[in-house]
């Protein structure tokens, strides 16, 4: 499951096809300017990826509505904030070159 969509997730590994209008709308600005402060996630093929469907739509504009809300804002950001801490500590333990000190 994903806050992105309603039914099950959506694999966004690929680089989803930009359809005309996007650079003609400066999407493509918009869409580098929200992402890059958060590169290490890469999130434009999410924001590049088209809904298919209305509901995708009325979906996705309930989540921002949720995200506007100081409290589930401040949930998220503390959420991420935990997730970027347990990755730094992985790249740190992979880094070891020991295994003694690894499993301390």
């Not at 918009?30 to 924001?47: D, M, Q, R």
């Not at 009325?58 to 991420?80: C, N």
């Not at 500590?89 to 070159?97: A, M, P, V």
């Amino acid at each position: 499951m994903s806050i992105l969509a309603a039914g099950p997730a959506t694999a966004f590994d690929g680089a989803p096809a930009e359809s005309s209008c996007f650079r003609d709308l400066n999407l493509d600005q918009i869409v580098a300017a929200a992402t890059v402060p958060k590169a290490e996630y890469n999130l434009g093929p999410i924001f590049r990826a088209p809904l298919r469907d209305i509901d995708g739509v009325l979906y996705r504009q309930a989540i921002f509505r949720d995200l506007e809300r100081p409290e589930v804002r401040a949930t998220l950001d503390a959420f991420a904030g935990g997730m970027r801490e347990l990755h730094a500590n992985r790249r740190r333990i992979e880094s070891i070159r020991y295994e003694w000190e690894r499993q301390a």
